[in-house]
Nanobody, 125 residues
Framework: QTQLVESGGGLVQAGDSLRLSCAAS????????MGWFRQAPGKEREFVAG????????YYADSVKGRFTISRDNTKNTVYLQMNSLKHEDTAVYYC??????????????????WGQGTQVTVSS
């Protein structure tokens, strides 16, 4: 069983940067696709970014493309989300997720098996 713990959220101003981290326990981390999702108040959870097990493949939602970067360090069992040029509309709870049965990046939350507890990101305008 893989457990995920996010960190790095907080309150920032528009235009600032934040880096989220997701630490995974378990020995399967290096072989699973990882993703970041977010849920804003009153909205459904949405895909933000994903990275394949080897980091060879990444995929981003259009709303964050060019501003966010996903990366992973399999030696540290950690995946990161670097968020630059933050906007008020990026305010949400951000969740880390893992998909044990995928070798590609999926934008569907239904294909992810493991989820963290979420970390709040608030961007003031």
């Amino acid at each position: 069983q893989t457990q995920l713990v996010e960190s790095g959220g907080g309150l920032v101003q528009a235009g600032d940067s934040l880096r989220l981290s997701c630490a995974a326990s378990g020995r399967t981390f290096s072989s699973i696709t990882m993703g970041w999702f977010r849920q804003a108040p009153g909205k459904e959870r949405e895909f933000v970014a994903g990275i394949s097990w080897s980091a060879a493949g990444t995929y981003y939602a259009d709303s964050v493309k060019g501003r966010f970067t996903i990366s992973r360090d399999n030696t540290k069992n950690t995946v990161y989300l670097q968020m630059n040029s933050l906007k008020h509309e990026d305010t949400a709870v951000y969740y880390c997720a893992g998909a044990s049965r995928l070798w590609y990046v999926s934008t569907s939350e239904n294909e992810y098996d493991y989820w963290g507890q979420g970390t709040q990101v608030t961007v003031s305008s």
